[in-house]
């Protein structure tokens, strides 16, 4: 549990300094592509997480030549709800 922890966070931090483009905000690739689209940052959210449940889904059904390991959208998966649980904490915060 202890290394898999470790993976994910090294991939939530990566994820950061590569979407983000801001340290202050953590959300701000999904503000930014939710704004394009009209949609809130959840459902961008909810877009990015779909595509690994999806490659997940794939897997399970005997397909495994992917271009990501399935450990890698698991990983990924993990991360975009642990950003999810925090985008309803800090909307709970603001009502």
Do not use: C, P
């Amino acid at each position: 549990m202890n290394n898999i922890w470790k993976q994910i966070q090294q991939t939530r931090d990566d994820g950061q300094k590569e979407y983000a483009h801001d340290q202050d905000n953590v959300f701000a690739n999904f503000d930014r592509v939710g704004s394009l689209l009209s949609i809130t940052s959840e459902k961008t959210l909810m877009v990015y997480l779909l595509k690994h449940i999806d490659g997940i889904t794939a897997y399970l059904a005997g397909h495994k030549s992917q271009r990501e390991d399935v450990r890698g959208r698991i990983k990924d998966a993990i991360v975009y709800l642990i950003l999810l649980w925090a985008m309803v904490e800090e909307r709970d915060e603001k009502v």
